[in-house]
């Protein structure tokens, strides 16, 4: 048996690089006469920008630290050990890029022993040990402080977490273990399974004390000064820690039970993470420490060595680093300023645009349409979003009534647009409508104003044909609804110039979106491929597959709604429209639908009916069911998946020998911030190529071995 010091040696090196954490110890007199007390510091000697991880290295420094306090422990010399974090951060768990390394599963192992081994020596010190959760804490960071004695957490703490299960990991150095045993499984399993698939919700500092997590909360300001005076309380027995009996019977089980159904409702099966997580909880109800750390490094082990993890490092890395420096995007000097903006159009998505403008640039925003009554709907809706976030605390009355006065709304478009600097239309979709307002704001704006256009599926370069100066109109394709998905396909036309898409990046940065630059091509990413996606379901529906045969073949992708539930978000007349476009720039392979036809004549907002009585499942609407012509050509679940994403496949391999976008990494970015789609399946390629999918269909996978997959 290998000593944790060799582990860990052996660990660190297959990982150089890694970002080396600190654990520094300090000894003082607490106050009260307590006695003299040994404080270790996790630094990583960066500012809170880079924080605090723990790679191999990282722990084999803490293990030294608690070698040394052990000693002083074991002699008397010390009254307990506190743990904490440099400024905002106390720690942010394992360091994922070392996890990529690793390539054997006995490496992985290594890591899940090294952790344990090391965290578990602070439970096992003759003195109490605190932990004092002054910042940022999450995964490793959590479960350092789950190993102490006692907790304490500083009111000002903005994102506390177990993110594994989001990654596609389970918290693996004691958190499903120790976090049940503490809290009860109930809120374990809402900290663990349902905020980690609920885009990984992050716990504040009081909620954090209120679960149980933590005995007391101090202020930020003083937090560290408080946690050593009640800490001295402690130590001298004037402050007895009392903790809940937590339930062992048939609430334990319940509890689990409620994880597996949120598991199932969120991924249906598809990603392991969450079932092994949950395996772990169950198990952990006896009370056995030991046995649950040994379930977690197993099952540590083998989740880093599965493709759904590496799927999820990648998902995650597209976000947090290829989101924020855009691929193909202009050098961002050549951006001109924007201090007013323009919006043509009154209606629903035009008063969301101008809403996200006005919070995130604080400029002059002016709305127009074609009658007044229309403007003052448009403006009212600001006024009352904005009312919405003073009634909730999000802003105060002097900011409110300040984001009020510069929003306004006129008919005339040269009072509105002659000083604006960037005008974006959200108008009907249909190319001459939009020729025609583009034609009239060319009219009355500024020459260097950028001509920015919301089309969901239309051609950027035709609709500027017409214009004096076409090389300023640029496509700015948003996602509904706009507040919550992070997406914005910028589009390039044949004309556009590098400072007026430098102006677009600059102002998808400001409104904080995840901007993509797409090439000028039908419907660009998102729906093109979800156009391809939802039309091969709707083919199969035409030849005879039943309904709920279709929509449950695509159940293990895990996506955020089912096909036809998603169609009708999208609203069934948008999706035909998107179709019949796609339909007719690739007629072999984007077929228009007689029965969705059939559906949005008939006036139906979607396939489906919800009631009460069926706990408002959906259910197939009788007289949608009454319009359906099908054919006789029944397949399986398996067949259907298979048929859908080989038509995905194929859509995204023409896609990108057409140079839609940079490279395949761009359209999982844009499918996951876009469209939802599931980090676990790192958008849609890794998947592709995980089920041999890609190579199928179009000879070669879409990424290099080792790119969201185990390297070889």
Same mark, same amino acid.
Request: aromatic share 6%; proline share 5%.
């Given at each position: 048996?290998?000593?944790?010091?060799?582990?860990?040696?052996?660990?660190?090196?297959?990982?150089?690089?890694?970002?080396?954490?600190?654990?520094?110890?300090?000894?003082?007199?607490?106050?009260?006469?307590?006695?003299?007390?040994?404080?270790?510091?996790?630094?990583?000697?960066?500012?809170?920008?880079?924080?605090?991880?723990?790679?191999?290295?990282?722990?084999?420094?803490?293990?030294?630290?608690?070698?040394?306090?052990?000693?002083?422990?074991?002699?008397?010399?010390?009254?307990?050990?506190?743990?904490?974090?440099?400024?905002?951060?106390?720690?942010?768990?394992?360091?994922?890029?070392?996890?990529?390394?690793?390539?054997?599963?006995?490496?992985?192992?290594?890591?899940?022993?090294?952790?344990?081994?090391?965290?578990?020596?602070?439970?096992?010190?003759?003195?109490?040990?605190?932990?004092?959760?002054?910042?940022?804490?999450?995964?490793?960071?959590?479960?350092?402080?789950?190993?102490?004695?006692?907790?304490?957490?500083?009111?000002?703490?903005?994102?506390?977490?177990?993110?594994?299960?989001?990654?596609?990991?389970? *918290?693996?150095?004691?958190?499903?273990?120790?976090?049940?045993?503490?809290?009860?499984?109930?809120?374990?399993?809402?900290?663990?399974?349902?905020?980690?698939?609920?885009?990984?919700?992050?716990?504040?500092?009081?909620?954090?004390?209120?679960?149980?997590?933590?005995?007391?909360?101090?202020?930020?300001?003083?937090?560290?000064?408080?946690?050593?005076?009640?800490?001295?309380?402690?130590?001298?027995?004037?402050?007895?820690?009392?903790?809940?009996?937590?339930?062992?019977?048939?609430?334990?089980?319940?509890?689990?039970?409620?994880?597996?159904?949120?598991?199932?409702?969120?991924?249906?099966?598809?990603?392991?993470?969450?079932?092994?997580?949950?395996?772990?909880?169950?198990?952990?109800?006896?009370?056995?420490?030991?046995?649950?750390?040994?379930?977690?490094?197993?099952?540590?082990?083998?989740?880093?060595?599965?493709?759904?993890?590496?799927?999820?490092?990648?998902?995650?890395?597209?976000?947090?680093?290829?989101?924020?420096?855009?691929?193909?995007?202009?050098?961002?000097?050549?951006?001109?300023?924007?201090?007013?903006?323009?919006?043509?159009?009154?209606?629903?998505?035009?008063?969301?645009?101008?809403?996200?403008?006005?919070?995130?640039?604080?400029?002059?925003?002016?709305?127009?349409?074609?009658?007044?009554?229309?403007?003052?709907?448009?403006?009212?809706?600001?006024?009352?979003?904005?009312?919405?976030?003073?009634?909730?605390?999000?802003?105060?009355?002097?900011?409110?009534?300040?984001?009020?006065?510069?929003?306004?709304?006129?008919?005339?478009?040269?009072?509105?647009?002659?000083?604006?600097?960037?005008?974006?239309?959200?108008?009907?979709?249909?190319?001459?409508?939009?020729?025609?307002?583009?034609?009239?704001?060319?009219?009355?704006?500024?020459?260097?104003?950028?001509?920015?256009?919301?089309?969901?599926?239309?051609?950027?370069?035709?609709?500027?044909?017409?214009?004096?100066?076409?090389?300023?109109?640029?496509?700015?394709?948003?996602?509904?609804?706009?507040?919550?998905?992070?997406?914005?396909?910028?589009?390039?036309?044949?004309?556009?110039?590098?400072?007026?898409?430098?102006?677009?990046?600059?102002?998808?940065?400001?409104?904080?979106?995840?901007?993509?630059?797409?090439?000028?091509? *039908?419907?660009?990413?998102?729906?093109?491929?979800?156009?391809?996606?939802?039309?091969?379901?709707?083919?199969?529906?035409?030849?005879?597959?039943?309904?709920?045969?279709?929509?449950?073949?695509?159940?293990?992708?895990?996506?955020?709604?089912? *096909?036809?539930?998603?169609?009708?978000?999208?609203?069934?007349?948008?999706?035909?429209?998107?179709?019949?476009?796609?339909?007719?720039?690739?007629?072999?392979?984007?077929?228009?639908?007689?029965?969705?036809?059939?559906?949005?004549?008939?006036?139906?907002?979607?396939?489906?009916?919800?009631?009460?009585?069926?706990?408002?499942?959906?259910?197939?609407?009788?007289?949608?069911?009454?319009?359906?012509?099908?054919?006789?050509?029944?397949?399986?679940?398996?067949?259907?998946?298979?048929?859908?994403?080989?038509?995905?496949?194929?859509?995204?391999?023409?896609?990108?020998?057409?140079?839609?976008?940079?490279?395949?990494?761009?359209?999982?970015?844009?499918?996951?911030?876009?469209?939802?789609?599931?980090?676990?399946?790192?958008?849609?390629?890794?998947?592709?190529?995980?089920?041999?999918?890609?190579?199928?269909?179009?000879?070669?996978?879409?990424?290099?071995?080792?790119?969201?997959?185990?390297?070889?």
């Amino acid at each position: 048996m290998s000593t944790t010091a060799e582990l860990l040696k052996g660990a660190a090196e297959l990982f150089p690089d890694e970002v080396v954490t600190q654990a520094h110890v300090r000894h003082f007199d607490l106050p009260l006469g307590a006695g003299r007390f040994a404080l270790i510091t996790l630094d990583n000697g960066h500012d809170h920008t880079k924080p605090t991880t723990f790679g191999p290295q990282s722990l084999a420094n803490l293990n030294a630290a608690i070698d040394q306090v052990e000693r002083e422990a074991a002699e008397g010399t010390i009254v307990g050990v506190g743990v904490t974090g440099k400024p905002f951060i106390f720690a942010v768990g394992a360091d994922l890029k070392g996890v990529e390394l690793l390539k054997r599963h006995e490496d992985a192992l290594a890591i899940g022993k090294g952790g344990h081994e090391v965290f578990k020596r602070l439970a096992g010190l003759a003195v109490p040990t605190f932990a004092y959760y002054n910042g940022a804490a999450m995964g490793g960071g959590v479960e350092v402080g789950l190993h102490c004695t006692y907790r304490t957490v500083s009111a000002a703490l903005p994102a506390f977490s177990l993110p594994e299960v989001f990654l596609g990991l389970v *918290p693996g150095w004691g958190g499903c273990t120790l976090l049940p045993n503490l809290i009860g499984a109930e809120k374990a399993v809402t900290v663990i399974i349902e905020n980690s698939l609920n885009q990984n919700r992050q716990l504040k500092g009081h909620q954090v004390y209120e679960l149980g997590i933590a005995d007391a909360l101090f202020e930020g300001a003083d937090f560290l000064e408080q946690s050593l005076i009640w800490t001295a309380a402690v130590l001298k027995g004037e402050i007895v820690v009392e903790r809940p009996a937590v339930d062992r019977g048939e609430g334990w089980d319940q509890a689990v039970a409620k994880g597996r159904s949120v598991a199932d409702s969120k991924v249906h099966g598809a990603a392991p993470a969450a079932y092994r997580a949950l395996d772990i909880i169950a198990a952990a109800k006896d009370g056995d420490l030991q046995k649950g750390y040994d379930a977690e490094d197993q099952a540590l082990a083998d989740l880093i060595m599965g493709g759904e993890l590496r799927a999820g490092i990648y998902a995650f890395n597209l976000v947090q680093k290829r989101g924020k420096r855009p691929a193909g995007a202009p050098d961002k000097n050549l951006a001109r300023p924007v201090t007013k903006v323009g919006v043509v159009g009154a209606g629903l998505m035009a008063s969301q645009l101008a809403l996200l403008f006005l919070r995130r640039l604080e400029v002059p925003v002016v709305l127009t349409d074609i009658d007044q009554e229309r403007i003052d709907k448009g403006v009212g809706y600001v006024h009352a979003e904005i009312d919405k976030l003073l009634g909730k605390g999000r802003v105060n009355q002097d900011k409110a009534n300040r984001l009020k006065a510069l929003v306004t709304g006129v008919l005339d478009k040269a009072e509105g647009f002659a000083d604006a600097d960037f005008v974006i239309e959200a108008v009907f979709e249909e190319m001459s409508v939009k020729q025609k307002v583009f034609a009239e704001v060319e009219a009355v704006a500024p020459a260097h104003a950028v001509l920015a256009t919301n089309t969901s599926s239309l051609s950027v370069s035709e609709m500027a044909s017409k214009l004096q100066h076409p090389e300023r109109v640029v496509g700015f394709h948003f996602f509904n609804p706009v507040a919550v998905l992070p997406l914005l396909e910028i589009v390039r036309g044949e004309q556009t110039d590098d400072a007026s898409l430098a102006t677009a990046f600059a102002v998808a940065k400001k409104l904080k979106k995840t901007a993509v630059l797409v090439k000028d091509a *039908p419907a660009f990413v998102v729906n093109r491929i979800l156009t391809r996606f939802m039309g091969e379901v709707q083919n199969v529906i035409d030849e005879g597959t039943p309904v709920e045969v279709a929509e449950k073949a695509v159940e293990p992708l895990g996506l955020p709604m089912s *096909p036809l539930v998603l169609l009708e978000l999208v609203g069934p007349a948008i999706g035909l429209h998107v179709s019949e476009t796609l339909n007719r720039a690739f007629p072999d392979r984007f077929t228009v639908s007689p029965n969705l036809k059939a559906v949005v004549e008939a006036g139906k907002r979607g396939f489906y009916v919800y009631s009460a009585e069926n706990g408002f499942k959906p259910e197939l609407d009788p007289e949608v069911s009454a319009l359906l012509e099908q054919g006789d050509v029944v397949l399986t679940e398996e067949q259907v998946r298979a048929r859908v994403l080989e038509a995905v496949a194929q859509e995204i391999g023409l896609m990108l020998d057409e140079g839609v976008v940079a490279e395949a990494q761009d359209i999982d970015l844009c499918l996951i911030t876009g469209a939802g789609w599931p980090f676990h399946l790192g958008g849609i390629t890794p998947y592709l190529d995980r089920e041999g999918v890609s190579e199928r269909v179009t000879g070669k996978r879409f990424l290099a071995p080792g790119v969201a997959s185990v390297p070889a």
